[in-house]
């Protein structure tokens, strides 16, 4: 029997995932946001509305004067707003990395700037805001057909990653994900097959992915690779090539081979299938919110909230006892 779903329907399940997000973040302390060059309609309208419904607070760092014309013709209401005036996009990098470490901002955001001028004043070696960790790119992604949201990571930051930085790739992705509260956290090592093949690189740091996981030095998830893309998401592809694995056809974290692997499935998700893709950078002292011009409205709050609940995952660590 064949079941009418009416384009209702359809819309509402679309962003059910992101819808669940937002709505835990908003549930927790409002994150404060320093939102680096907002010159724009679409950078400032996506913080407008988070601060409306509650889940940042924003300060912005920027020209003024830009800032002031793009929230006059949005006919935002910007009293209650507080702006660090900088004179041009490096000068708001630059300021608003300051504020994370003089403790009044906990995240950052990107507004009308080049993301490599963001992300030059967060990894600078003198005054940036870089740790142990190497810094690394998730998509969360909120695919309609799709159970699950699914993070892809590394597709906008490490272009040819090293087995040393797919170490730091991996476990960036697996504490986001138990930051947005998923349990278990299932992590595929993409290649194009799910042997390990000499001939073919990326097989081959799967497995000592797999088995750095198996001795202790990644930690919080369950990783397992090579897989092949339809044999990590997709449950009857697996039982066809009769693989035995805890992650195989239920992954809901893919690490790609390189950025360019990732950037194409990323984008053949968005424009194939639908799906919206809300970005974050891990690994710095503070999560940073990266958003494009060509975002929906959602998939901005999306990014958002995700950055919240990271900040709370943080803020909860600190909070630990030392043992």
Do not use: W
């Amino acid at each position: 029997m064949t079941v009418a779903v009416s384009a209702q329907d359809a819309s509402q399940r679309r962003h059910d995932k992101y819808d669940r997000l937002v709505a835990v973040a908003r549930s927790l302390p409002k994150l404060k946001v320093a939102v680096v060059h907002p010159c724009d309609a679409a950078s400032l309208g996506a913080v407008l509305e988070a601060a409306e419904l509650g889940l940042i607070e924003p300060i912005l760092v920027g020209p003024q004067t830009k800032i002031m014309a793009a929230a006059e013709s949005l006919g935002g209401d910007m009293s209650n707003m507080r702006i660090v005036d900088a004179p041009h996009s490096h000068a708001a990098a630059d300021a608003a990395v300051d504020l994370v470490k003089s403790g009044q901002a906990e995240a950052l955001m990107k507004g009308s700037l080049h993301t490599d001028e963001l992300m030059g004043a967060i990894v600078r070696r003198e005054g940036g805001l870089r740790t142990a960790r190497r810094i690394s790119h998730c998509f969360v992604m909120d695919v309609p057909d799709h159970e699950t949201a699914l993070i892809i990571t590394d597709a906008a930051v490490n272009i040819a990653p090293t087995l040393e930085d797919k170490v730091h790739i991996v476990q960036n992705a697996i504490d986001l994900a138990r930051a947005l509260r998923v349990d278990p956290v299932r992590v595929a090592i993409l290649s194009a097959m799910e042997t390990v093949n000499p001939k073919v690189p990326s097989t081959i740091e799967a497995a000592a992915l797999c088995k750095m996981a198996d001795r202790g030095q990644i930690t919080g998830g369950i990783v397992d690779g090579p897989l092949a893309l339809d044999n990590a998401i997709d449950l009857g592809a697996a039982k066809i090539k009769k693989i035995q694995s805890p992650v195989a056809g239920q992954a809901n974290v893919l690490v790609v081979p390189d950025l360019e692997a990732g950037n194409m499935l990323a984008k053949s998700l968005t424009f194939l299938a639908d799906a919206d893709a809300a970005g974050i950078v891990l690994g710095a002292r503070v999560p940073v919110i990266l958003t494009s011009r060509a975002d929906s409205t959602i998939t901005r709050l999306a990014s958002c909230a995700v950055a919240s609940l990271v900040a709370d995952a943080q803020r909860k660590q600190l909070a630990m006892p030392e043992v």
